[in-house]
């Protein structure tokens, strides 16, 4: 399975001219990439304060958007996450459209994040993030912050999540926690994790890219640096159910303890 990864710089307030972005990335992208990956809240960035005119009322504008390039493309989009407005609220959402055009999965960030102050303008997801399938494979997405909290990617493995997605806008200031929490994950759930962060500034805030890929057993699969640019990686499940059969982890689980 082939999976490419936009580490976009995220014009911020401009959710048009990110949408037009998104859209010349995907025209180039070859035939054979099965899923394409795109970074949180890529339609705003972190214009928190203006988030009520620039959120996508009820996804009227990008899930046609991302639906009818899916089926164009004969892609799936792991369309990280954007700005989403409902019933007076704004969510950080996540979306997941397969290669047939429809919306599969979603998922309304559960973490918000104090240092951003994102509580004072995101309403938070009340339920915790469900698998779905692209090619029959058990995948699932967290988003930015959840990282910080291991039990939601748990959570996921237990439901058979072969692969978790991370898109994000990390800051460049706690890279090193974006790498270990990444490595984390990946080794103790024994899944590839996939993860698509920002760079470039939104007035204060640095994102710091460094998207990666890492593979069950922790080993760093290809990663991105600091500028706007696109990672391609193949990732492999019989390699996985080798190294779920050497260290047999699930198996050794004490639900009765924990
Ligand atoms: O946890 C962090 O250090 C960064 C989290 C973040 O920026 C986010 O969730 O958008």
Redesign the pocket.
């Given at each position: 399975m082939k999976i490419a990864l936009y580490q976009m710089h995220v014009i911020p307030g401009k959710p048009e001219e990110n949408i037009q972005k998104i859209d010349q990335w995907f025209d180039q992208l070859d035939e054979d990439i099965d899923i394409a990956v795109l970074p949180?809240?890529w339609n705003t960035s972190?214009r928190l304060k203006d988030l009520n005119e620039l959120a996508d009322n009820d996804g009227e504008v990008i899930l046609p958007f991302l639906q009818k390039k899916a089926k164009a493309l004969k892609k799936h989009i792991v369309a990280g996450s954007i700005a989403y407005k409902k019933d007076q609220e704004i969510y950080?959402r996540a979306i997941v459209i397969n290669k047939e055009g429809s919306c599969i999965n979603t998922y309304d960030?559960a973490?918000?994040?104090p240092?951003?102050n994102?509580h004072h303008y995101l309403t938070s997801g009340e339920k915790k993030p469900t698998v779905y399938k692209l090619d029959e494979v058990d995948m699932g997405t967290i988003?930015?912050?959840?990282?910080?909290f291991p039990e939601l990617s748990r959570s996921l493995a237990l439901e058979d999540a072969k692969v978790i997605f991370v898109p994000?806008?990390?800051?460049k200031s706690?890279i090193d926690?974006?790498k270990a929490l990444l490595r984390a994950r990946a080794i103790e759930n024994q899944v590839y994790v996939i993860a698509c962060n920002s760079v470039g500034l939104c007035d204060e805030?640095e994102f710091g890219g460094n998207s990666l890929v890492y593979g069950p057993d922790g080993t760093l699969m290809d990663n991105l640096y600091y500028e706007e640019d696109t990672l391609i990686v193949e990732i492999d499940f019989e390699k996985q159910e080798q190294i779920r059969e050497a260290i047999p982890i699930f198996n050794s689980l004490r639900t009765d303890l924990y």
């Open positions: 949180e809240m972190y950080n960030k973490h918000l994040v240092m951003l994102e988003i930015c912050y959840d990282l910080r994000a806008q990390w800051p706690r926690h974006w805030n």
